[in-house]
C-alpha cells in the first residue's frame, strides 16, 4: 500500500530522506515539502528530483506556503519532521507534531528536542488520536535501537544502559588519538563532513548524547528524565596530552553515555578505557549496551550520524507505519 508523507525540513536528514525515497522504490509518496524559507503541495506526488535541484539554489518550493500550511493542508499519511533541533523548547517542530496528530496523522522524526522535552505528552495525544509517534533516528543514526527496545527486547527489565551517543566526538577522539590532530582541527573536520549539530557546542559538552540518554531512559523506564538531572562534562577541555597519557596505558579515552536507574544515576562523561573495551571503535560509530534479565547483555553498534544512515532510520519508520496501521 502506498503511503503519503509530507517532509517538514530539507537539511542533511531531509535531503537523504528524499533521495532515498526516489532511488528505491518503496511505495512511498511525497505530497507536502517545506523548508524554513517555502513549501509545495501536490496531493498526487511531487516531483523529487525537481525538488532537490530547486533547493540546491536556496529553497525548495513557493515562497507563499509556509510549514504550516504543509502540515494543517497537505493530503498524507505520515508527518516526517525532521527541521533542526532546538533543545530548549523543542520549537516549532513539537507544534507541527500536535497539529499533524490532531489532524489524525502518524509522527515520523529525528527532531531530538521535541522528543527529549514532550515524549509523554505526544504519545498520550496519538494514543488519543490512534496514531503513532515513531523517533527511531533521534538516536543512535542507523542503528535500530528503539525497534530493538520495542520489539526484540519486549517483556525484558532494562537495568542498566550504557554507549557512546555522539558520532562527532566520537569522530573528534578518533583523529586527536590517531593522527595527533589538535581538538579544534579533527572539530573543523567533523563540521565539513556534516556530523556536528548546527551548534556543535551540543556535540563537544555532552549536551548532544544528554539529549539522546534522556530519550532513551523515557523510552525504557519512562522516568520522567530531563536534561536538568542529567550529570554532564563534555570533551571540549580535553587536550593531545590527555590522550597521549591514556595511549601510554594502552587505553584511550571516549565519551561515554550511562543510565543505572536504581541508583538514579544519568551521567555523560569522558572515561580513560582500555583499548580493547567493546565500546571502543573509530569515527563516528555509536554503540548501546543494553543489560538485561532474559537476554543478559546486547550491545548494538552502527553508523550514529550522516544523511543516508539516518535517512535509513526515518524510512524504517514509515514503512513500519505503513505495514502495521491503515494508511488511507
Ligand atoms: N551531531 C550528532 C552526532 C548527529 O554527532 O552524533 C546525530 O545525532
Known sequence: MTVKVAVLGLGSVGKGVLEMIARKDLDIIVTGVADSK??????????????????KTGRCG???ISANEVVSRADYDVLV?????????????HSYMKMAIERGKHIVTSNKGPISLHLKELKDLANEKGVLVRYEATVGGAIPIMHTLGNGLAGNKFVALYGVLNGTCNYILTRMAAEGLTYDQALAEARELG????????DVKGIDAAIKLVILA????????SLDRVDITGIDRLTNDALRLAEEKDC???LIAEAFPER???RVSPRIIRKDHPLVFEGTLNAITLETDMAGEITLIGKG????????AIIGDILFISSHVRCN
Open 38 to 55: 517555502s513549501g509545495l503541495i501536490d496531493p498526487s506526488g511531487l516531483d523529487i528530483d525537481a525538488v532537490l535541484t530547486a533547493k
Open 305 to 312: 550520524a550522516g544523511s543516508i544512515e539516518t535517512a535509513s
Open 264 to 266: 538514579g544515576v544519568l
Open 218 to 225: 523515557n523510552t525504557i523506564w519512562n522516568n520522567g528524565a
Open 195 to 202: 556530523y556536528a549539530e548546527a551548534d556543535p557546542t551540543y
Open 252 to 254: 584511550t579515552i571516549r
Open 81 to 93: 519532521e525532521v527541521t533542526p533541533t532546538d533543545a530548549g523548547s523543542g520549537e516549532p517542530a
Open 62 to 64: 513557493d515562497t507563499s
